[in-house]
């Protein structure tokens, strides 16, 4: 079963450029999420996704990040304008439904690792 | 707001001994959690997941306990290999944050032969 793939693996950028990060979820998986994993920090949930709609994007920078997944299967996350605080891995994972109760098992992607100068 | 607290400080430990790290939660009360292991350069593993009214989990050389009276959680590694040595997070979740993840800093694990 192939895993959660992500892509670039490296970029980097000045800030107040903007950057995209790629994500595809595992195949079948309805929910997919994006953290945001600093230096030394444990990773910070941005967004959920169950299919195509949005379910928790309270931490999300919505004045400078945005995320889609259109087709319920990929998804990318945008970054305009950068700052130089926004450097950090970008992770995506998936789950095969939402957590719930029952606890889903997430599964990560490899990360997109972002320096912004 | 909920917290939850690992030890920043590394663990160095020799081979063969036991490898006990610690996850302490405030302010509110886990569902369950969640423990992941992750090496460099990757995405978080899944390991193990406990629920509150579980006591205790095992998977092979692994144990996790959950002490909802100290607000505790503890990992072993029993019988540690040097293949053990990555950093291993610690994830709360209930319904008020309807089941995300909220993850620890992480503990780093070196094991020496």
């Known amino acids: 079963e192939a895993g959660v793939a992500q892509s670039p693996r490296y970029k980097i950028i000045e800030k107040r450029q903007s950057v995209a990060f790629w994500c595809n979820p595992i195949?079948?998986?309805?929910?997919l999420y994006w953290y945001q994993q600093i230096l030394g920090q444990g990773p910070k949930l941005l967004i959920q996704?169950?299919?195509?709609?949005?379910?928790?994007d309270s931490q999300l920078p919505k004045d400078r990040f945005s995320a889609e997944r259109l087709k319920g299967v990929d998804s990318t996350l945008k970054i305009q304008p950068a700052k130089l605080e926004d450097s950090a891995v970008y992770l995506c994972?998936?789950?095969?439904?939402?957590?719930?109760?029952?606890?889903?098992?997430?599964?990560f992607g490899p990360g997109t690792r972002l320096l912004v100068l | 707001s909920q917290k939850i607290e690992q030890n920043s400080e590394a663990l160095n430990i020799q081979e063969g001994k036991t490898a006990t790290l610690t996850c302490n939660y405030t302010n509110y009360s886990p569902a369950y959690l969640q423990w992941y292991r992750q090496d460099p350069g990757r995405g978080p593993v899944f390991l193990l997941l406990?629920?509150?009214?579980?006591k205790e989990k095992r998977k092979e050389r692994l144990k996790v306990t959950f002490d909802t009276t100290l607000k505790q959680s503890l990992f072993h590694i029993t019988a540690s290999q040097p293949a053990d040595s990555a950093t291993y997070l610690c994830a709360s979740s209930n319904s008020n944050s309807g089941y995300a993840l909220n993850f620890g800093k992480g503990t780093s694990l070196l094991v020496t032969p």
């Open positions: 996704f169950q299919n195509n709609g949005v379910v928790d």
């Open positions: 195949s079948g998986h309805a929910t």
């Open positions: 994972a998936s789950s095969l439904d939402l957590p719930g109760l029952a606890g889903e098992t997430q599964y």
């Open positions: 406990i629920r509150e009214n579980e």
